[in-house]
């Protein structure tokens, strides 16, 4: 069975960083693209970035782009996102999900002082 | 302001049947397949739909998909209490170079 599941989540003040990580198994990690995909508090999901099964290709929202960094380990099946100049919209569960079809239970990512 | 558009509430009543409609534009749900994802109170979201009408395995025939030019539409027969959930759309859009989803749909079993 696929798993899929994300650490690294807690608070963090306004302009701090942050490095989740998601454990994959079940599955051969490395032929597929992964995503992290966030939601607020009460509110939708929004994308947040993309990785190619290699590493090449990386995907980011206009949102995050520039201040958030995604990267895999595909020796250790994990899936990373270092998140850096964190803004209070920020605050979200982050989840990582192997090609929008599985997905993990989520870490929560709070910003605040 | 989501991409995709959904109405933010839906409801029925026991046995009843739902449509929850989901539409965008040309550069994604034109274009591209869409997936549904069913998310129940405090839990991650899961596959109910994908390539606009598949169901995953485990997933009930009473739920379906339709696609229709720009719009898509997810239908549930035989409402249960336990399909009380939020519902999404979403699909790759070209523009944007990335997946988009629509606001959610609160789906109340009266």
């Known amino acids: 069975d696929v798993q899929l599941v994300e650490s690294g989540g807690g608070l963090v003040q306004p302009g701090g960083s942050l490095k989740l990580s998601c454990a994959a198994s079940g599955f051969t990690f490395s032929s597929y693209t992964m995503q992290w995909v966030r939601q607020a508090p009460g509110k939708g999901l929004e994308f947040v970035s993309a990785i190619s099964g290699n590493g090449d290709d990386t995907y980011y929202a206009n949102s995050v782009r520039g201040r958030f960094t995604i990267s895999r380990d595909n020796s250790k099946n994990t899936l990373y996102l270092q998140m850096g100049s964190l803004r209070a919209e920020d605050m979200a569960i982050y989840y990582c999900a192997r090609e929008l079809r599985d997905w993990g239970q989520g870490t929560l990512v709070t910003v605040s002082s | ?110």
Do not use: M
Request: aromatic share 8%; glycine share 12%.
């Open chain 2, 1 to 110: 302001q989501s991409v995709l558009t959904q109405p933010p509430s839906a409801s029925g009543t026991p046995g009843q049947r739902v449509t929850i409609s989901c539409s965008g534009s040309s550069s994604n749900i034109g274009k591209n397949s869409v997936n549904w994802y069913q998310q129940l109170p405090g839990t991650a979201p899961k596959l109910l739909i994908y390539s606009n009408y598949q169901r995953p395995s485990g997933v009930p025939d009473r739920f379906s998909g339709s696609k229709s030019g720009t719009s898509v539409s997810l239908a549930i027969s035989g409402l249960q209490s336990e399909d009380e959930a939020d519902y999404y759309c979403a699909a790759w859009d070209d523009s944007l170079d990335g997946p988009v989803f629509g606001g959610g749909t609160k789906l109340t079993v009266l």
